[in-house]
Nanobody, 123 residues
Framework: QLQVVESGGGLVRPGGSLRLSCVVS????????VAWFRQAPGKKREGISCIGSRHTWVYYKDPMKGRATISRDSAKNTVYLEMNSLKPEDTGVYYC????????????????WGQGTQVTVSS
């Protein structure tokens, strides 16, 4: 069974940057799909980025394209989401999820979730 723990959220000014970390234990990270989700205030949780188990394939939802980079450090069992040029509309709780899916964009199928980390973009 996989365990997932996120960290790295906080308060940042518009235009700033933040790096979120997701530690996945209980399995081999290289054979695991990992995704980041965001739940903005009053909205449904949505998948915004993922990295495939072979970590050669990554995906970004349109609002994050060009502003985010997802990466994997297998030695540390950690997936990172680096976000730049942050906007107030990026505010929300960011969740990391992991599973062995074969296609990391199957966002509705993830079974193993972290507790979430709050990101607030405000001046």
């Amino acid at each position: 069974q996989l365990q997932v723990v996120e960290s790295g959220g906080g308060l940042v000014r518009p235009g700033g940057s933040l790096r979120l970390s997701c530690v996945v234990s209980g399995g081999t990270l290289d054979s695991t799909d990992v995704a980041w989700f965001r739940q903005a205030p009053g909205k449904k949780r949505e998948g915004i980025s993922c990295i495939g188990s072979r970590h050669t394939w990554v995906y970004y939802k349109d609002p994050m394209k060009g502003r985010a980079t997802i990466s994997r450090d297998s030695a540390k069992n950690t997936v990172y989401l680096e976000m730049n040029s942050l906007k107030p509309e990026d505010t929300g709780v960011y969740y990391c999820a992991a599973d062995k899916l074969g296609l990391c964009t199957d966002f509705e199928l993830y079974n193993y979730w972290g507790q979430g980390t709050q990101v607030t973009v405000s001046s």
